[in-house]
């Protein structure tokens, strides 16, 4: 296996410093800074790098921020995923190294310009940090120990392990080819949304529970992407900040924003150059390269860590030692062999005790394999599968489905696989799904559901496919932000609103959750944030949140209402916290509440959501919430149903004797009592007003209606609609 050297960094004295006068004084304290950008290229925004002309536009904003760059005697960390280095390999020759010097454009801005070249990675379709490693020296680029931007946060997600760094990281496309990492740059949180690790200095991480604890025996070093510099500049000059410490400031540039926004994106970039161009001056920053920092921080500064302002520490929420077990486990109904790749506590160490399951499904097309959500650690055992025609390094026996019948069969067998699997709780399986995962989801458990499972999770899944396909989208004016094309080349189909063909209409038929939410009997329990993920971005561009067809979070509405009028056993939008009843229901004039921002902002929250689910006992602490046919001689009835306001409740006595009609929120709390005591043979009816029994107004939802007589009983579902 090929293996890097590590990089070397000349000792050279780094110290700012304002002019002396006359009478000595102590050495200003400067802040290193460099300027970083990001080719965040496993984004399907960046599908245009697969054409020339694409790549070329591309390519001539990186040349208009070098130029710009080089004017100002900036120190530059270029960092590119695999998409835009693939697009270099194929399309960077002839005459298109006229204006590089006759190198491609990455030799050409290491060589020529002296700008430094990390790499950068999302760790997408297979592509880690080492692959790109690998892309660049196979471009003539010398590799560096700068690992480009990373996850620390939170620190209960094996997503963000960057303790994977520590030891020679293979590869995954070229699994021939291995990368020791020595600094880790960027220390952010999923999506950004979380509490990133915006600290200027360097230090050496203790672990992924104490990210922020100096470990003088560690090799990886980290520099901190630093605060807002003039902020920084003004603790240094008034002594906040303590003095003689190493400090570091990136600054970040998007060379996208270049080819979409011209010469306005130039401007901002620039303005930034003038600002660090300023301090520079005065003795208060210098241009710094990134490998640079580190060998300032070991050589001038003795490494000492710094970082600077404290964070608060995310707490480690790990409390099991796993264990990773993944082959093809299971065989599809169809006799296709799947990938499964289950994390769980280790069994050998915890051997008395048996653990919930959770069956995850991934969101888009995505795959099972490399995809754990960071579960085991609390008491899970999680378990990833590749549908049939999915999968990068384990690919799944098959074609593709895009989430129909056949790969919610798949599905199906997975669930009744980790069932049966050994130190699980048989009693406590879940299915929890991310965004379009819920198709599958919702599908298979509609179709089966006898399905030996206690809880569906969905994390903002679409409904049908007017929301799948991003037809809200299609209407906002910025071409970047039109994504129905983008759903066209994963499905290879138009939304029905769009085609409405009947051989259209039959394949989205397998494929749009809403049509099979309702006959799901486990319980289901919807997350959805106020800013969706995937859909209309509704109050970032005011004039675009009531689109035809689609108001704001009206795929949540559509299902949790589909959910709580179906057969659910119990049903709720979000968090117990946020405040939404159990069973409730919704319209476009009265919606659930929803998490504030993103939902990547609220961080741990699905963990706790699943143990919530988990800790649900729908069989003790609440009613039996599946409508329990009433025998013949109660013939218990409720008419209208749904009803709006009141619903006139029936019921038939074949023999005298004592009954207890009541009505029961699906938590199993006592609503209101509609008879109670010693009643005659014959037909009875009574009047259900949506009052409790202090007589106030009780929220929209599902209820049961329970009656109980000296010798049967039954109940029967109300949905109350406002």
């Not at 129909?404 to 699980?424: E, I, Y």
Request: charge should be negative; glycine fraction near 10%; charged fraction near 20%.
């Amino acid at each position: 296996m090929r293996s890097l050297r590590p990089f070397y960094v000349a000792a050279a004295l780094q110290v700012c410093c304002l002019p002396l006068p006359a009478a000595p004084v102590a050495a200003q304290t400067c802040v290193h800074v460099s300027m970083v950008s990001h080719n965040e290229t496993d984004d399907l925004r960046y599908g245009f790098l697969d054409t020339e002309s694409g790549y070329l536009a591309y390519r001539d904003a990186v040349l208009k921020v070098a130029a710009l760059m080089t004017r100002y005697g900036a120190a530059w960390s270029h960092q590119s995923d695999w998409r835009f280095l693939e697009a270099v390999r194929t399309f960077d020759h002839g005459v298109v190294l006229d204006d590089t010097n006759g190198k491609n454009i990455l030799r050409y801005l290491h060589e020529d310009l002296g700008f430094e070249v990390d790499a950068h990675s999302h760790e997408s379709e297979a592509y880690n940090y080492t692959d790109v490693v690998y892309l660049l020296e196979d471009l003539g680029i010398p590799a560096t120990g700068v690992v480009g931007g990373f996850i620390y946060s939170p620190p209960d997600s094996p997503l963000c392990d960057w303790e994977k760094f520590r030891a020679p990281l293979p590869g995954r496309v070229f699994p021939e080819f291995s990368w020791q990492a020595e600094v880790l740059w960027g220390g952010g949180t999923s999506n950004h949304q979380g509490q990133d690790a915006d600290v200027s200095g360097c230090w050496r991480p203790l672990d992924r529970c104490h990210f922020f604890e100096d470990d003088p025996q560690a090799a990886l070093v980290c520099i901190g992407h630093g605060t807002l510099l003039p902020q920084l500049i003004q603790d240094l000059d008034d002594g906040v900040a303590p003095a003689g410490a190493m400090f570091t400031q990136t600054l970040m540039v998007f060379e996208l924003d270049v080819m979409n926004q011209g010469q306005t994106a130039l401007d901002a970039i620039e303005a930034q150059l003038q600002l660090v161009e300023g301090y520079v001056r005065q003795g208060k920053a210098r241009w710094t390269p990134l490998q640079e920092m580190a060998g300032i921080w070991r050589d001038d500064f003795d490494s000492v860590p710094n970082h600077y302002p404290d964070l608060p520490v995310v707490p480690c929420a790990d409390s099991y030692a796993t264990e990773v077990i993944e082959g093809y486990l299971v065989t599809a109904p169809d006799g296709n062999d799947l990938w499964v790749e289950i994390t769980r506590p280790r069994l050998d160490l915890y051997p008395d005790l048996s653990f919930p399951a959770v069956v995850c499904v991934s969101g888009g097309l995505g795959s099972g394999e490399h995809a754990d959500w960071g579960l085991a650690g609390s008491g899970l055992v999680e378990i990833h599968f590749n549908p049939e025609g999915r999968g990068i390094a384990h690919p799944s026996q098959g074609i593709e489905d895009c989430n129909g019948f056949v790969h919610q069969d798949d599905l199906r067998a997975v669930v009744l696989f980790a069932h049966d699997l050994p130190g699980t709780d048989p009693q406590q399986l879940g299915v929890f799904t991310r965004s379009y995962g819920l198709t599958m989801g919702a599908g298979c458990l509609g179709r089966y559901p006898e399905l030996p499972v206690k809880y569906l999770l969905d994390i903002e899944g679409p409904d049908e496919s007017y929301v799948t396909c991003f037809e809200p989208w299609a209407l906002d004016v910025t071409p970047v932000n039109d994504r129905h094309l983008v759903a066209y080349d994963m499905f290879g189909h138009w939304s029905t609103s769009r085609d409405p063909s009947p051989s259209n209409a039959v394949w989205w038929e397998e494929r749009e959750a809403l049509r099979y939410i309702g006959r799901v009997r486990c319980a289901y329990l919807r997350v959805q944030a106020q800013w969706d993920h995937a859909q209309p971005p509704n109050a970032q561009w005011p004039g675009f949140d009531y689109p035809p067809l689609w108001y704001p979070g009206k795929h949540a509405v559509d299902m949790i209402n589909a959910a709580a009028l179906g057969e659910a056993a119990w049903s709720r939008v979000n968090g117990a916290a946020i405040g939404n009843p159990v069973g409730g229901t919704y319209s476009r004039e009265s919606p659930p509440r929803t998490y504030t921002g993103v939902f990547a902002a609220h961080v741990g929250v699905d963990l706790e959501l699943v143990w919530e689910l988990i800790n649900l006992d729908l069989g003790i602490t609440g009613v039996d919430d599946t409508p329990q046919p009433a025998p013949s001689g109660l013939a218990l009835t409720a008419y209208p149903n749904p009803f709006n306001p009141s619903t006139r409740v029936r019921y038939e006595l074949a023999t005298p004797g004592s009954v207890d009609l009541a009505v029961y929120d699906l938590s199993g709390r006592r609503i209101r009592t509609l008879a109670s005591g010693w009643q005659a043979v014959g037909a009875h009816a009574v009047t259900w007003n949506g009052r409790d029994d202090a007589n106030r107004i009780v929220p929209s939802g599902n209820y049961m209606a329970r009656i109980r007589t000296s010798d049967a009983g039954g109940s029967t579902k109300l949905a109350l609609m406002k």
